[in-house]
């Protein structure tokens, strides 16, 4: 049974930073690669980021690149999404889900699998 759990969230300043955690289980990070989505209130859900375990690449929208950072714990079946620089407009709910590839995907149809979401609200 595929499980992801997001972690993390929380209340920050602008200009601060917060580091989010996507524990998952019931399968190996080998064959999957993880992404971290975000909703923000009245607006669509929104692709951030995502690993691959293929070769480990990675990919950002063009908002948070150079500001955001994703990696992976193998041993701790754990994604994190590091992220600095906060801006207002990043306050959103935040989710992590898998995708049964090595590859980046990008588009939510490809996540088979997703987790509860954790808050996060930047303030100005």
């Known amino acids: 049974d595929v499980q992801l759990q997001a972690s993390g969230g929380g209340l920050v300043q602008a200009g601060g930073s917060l580091r989010l955690s996507c524990t998952f289980s019931?399968?190996?990070?080998?064959?999957?690669?993880i992404g971290w989505y975000r909703q923000a209130p009245g607006k669509e859900r929104e692709g951030v980021s995502c690993?691959?375990?293929?070769?480990?690449?990675?990919y950002y929208i063009d908002s948070v690149q150079g500001r955001f950072t994703i990696s992976s714990d193998h041993a701790k079946n754990t994604v994190y999404l590091q992220m600095n620089s906060l801006k207002p407009e990043d306050t959103a709910v935040y989710y992590c889900?898998?995708?049964?590839?090595?590859?980046?995907?990008?588009?939510?149809?490809?996540?088979?699998?997703w987790g509860q979401g954790t808050l996060v609200t930047v303030s100005s």
């Open positions: 889900a898998a995708a049964r590839t090595t590859y980046i995907v990008t588009t939510p149809r490809d996540f088979g699998s």
């Open positions: 019931g399968f190996t990070f080998d064959d999957y690669s």
């Open positions: 690993i691959s375990s293929g070769d480990g690449s990675t």
